[in-house]
C-alpha cells in the first residue's frame, strides 16, 4: 500500500519557486491499479520520483506499506519498482548481464537473480535475445529488457510513469497483460497517464491531477456515476474547464 499524505513539492527555476504539487493525497491499495491522470506538466512524474525517494518533500509524508519514504529511503527502494521512458538501455552488455547488474544492485544473490532473469525472460518471450548485445536489439526488445529492469526484484509496489506512450502495440499489450496479472497477485499498482481511454481500461481507481492539484479521485464507475457521463474524458475536460485550463 502507498499512502500519500498532504504532499507539496516545489522547484527553484531561475526566477522564482514554481509549486509542482499543491497538498496532494491518496492512497493506492494491493490487488488495486491507481492511475495518475493529468497533461502534460499536471505533476505525475514528480509525485511518482517522490514516491520511489528519488525527491524529497517540502512537506507532507509518503509511506510505502509503512515505511516512510524519509527516513527509511532504502526499505522503500527495496519494495518500489519503477518504470520511467527515461530509462534508455544501450552499449554492449546482454540483457542477461544488464538484469543481473540491476539485481545485485537490489541485493539479490546469483542464484536468485538467475532464477528471476529465467522466469521473466520466459514470461516476456525474451529468450531469443538474451545474450545479444542491447544495441542490436529491436526497440520493443529493448522495452521489454527495461520493464524486466525494472521489476527484476519482484517488487511489492509497481509505479510506471506513461507506460504505453512510445511502445509499439505488441509491447504495450505485453505491459497490459503484465499489470493484470501483477494486480492478481495481488500488488499495489499506480501507473501516470494522460490518455483517459487506457486509465479507463486499466484502472480501479483514478486521481485526476491538474496543475499539481488533485482535484478528484474514486472508483471510475463512481466518478462516471458522479458526473452522469459515460466517459471519463468528459469529466477531465469539464474540469479543466472550470480551472480556465485550456487546451
Ligand atoms: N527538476 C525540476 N526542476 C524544475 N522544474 C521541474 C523539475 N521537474 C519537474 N519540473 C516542473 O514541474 C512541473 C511538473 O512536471 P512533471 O511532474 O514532470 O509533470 P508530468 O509528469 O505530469 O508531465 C512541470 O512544470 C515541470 O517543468
Ligand atoms: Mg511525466
Known amino acids: 500500500m502507498v499512502t500519500v499524505q498532504d504532499l507539496s513539492k ?22 488495486n491499479i491507481y492511475g495518475l491522470l493529468g497533461p502534460n506538466g499536471a505533476g505525475k512524474t514528480t509525485t511518482l520520483r517522490l514516491i520511489a525517494t528519488l525527491l524529497k518533500p517540502d512537506s507532507g509524508t509518503v509511506t510505502v506499506d509503512g515505511s516512510d519514504t524519509v527516513t527509511h529511503s532504502r526499505a522503500v527502494r527495496d519494495k518500489i519498482g519503477l518504470l520511467t521512458g527515461e530509462m534508455r538501455l544501450s552499449g554492449n552488455l546482454s540483457p542477461r548481464e544488464t538484469l543481473r547488474f540491476f539485481g545485485q544492485l537490489n541485493h539479490m544473490d546469483r542464484k536468485a537473480v538467475d532464477e528471476r532473469i529465467a522466469s521473466l525472460s520466459s514470461y516476456f518471450g525474451m529468450d531469443d535475445y538474451l545474450d545479444r548485445p542491447i544495441d542490436r536489439l529491436s526497440s520493443g526488445m529493448k522495452q521489454k529488457i527495461s520493464l524486466a529492469v525494472s521489476i527484476i526484484h519482484d517488487p511489492k509496489i509497481i509505479m510506471f510513469d506513461e507506460p504505453t506512450s512510445n511502445l509499439d502495440i505488441l509491447a504495450v499489450k505485453t505491459v497490459i497483460d503484465f499489470l493484470f496479472d501483477e494486480r492478481r497477485q495481488g500488488k499495489t499498482i499506480i501507473l501516470s497517464t494522460h490518455i483517459l481511454s487506457e486509465a479507463e481500461k486499466l484502472c480501479d481507481t483514478v486521481g485526476i491531477l491538474l496543475d499539481g492539484q488533485l482535484v478528484v479521485q474514486g472508483s471510475i464507475p463512481s466518478l462516471l456515476e458522479q458526473y452522469h457521463t459515460p466517459r471519463l474524458e468528459d469529466i477531465f475536460f469539464e474540469l479543466a474547464r472550470e480551472r480556465g485550463l485550456t487546451t
Open 10 to 31: 516545489s522547484f527553484k527555476t531561475k526566477k522564482q519557486m514554481k509549486q509542482v504539487l499543491d497538498h496532494i493525497s491518496f492512497t493506492a491499495q494491493p490487488g
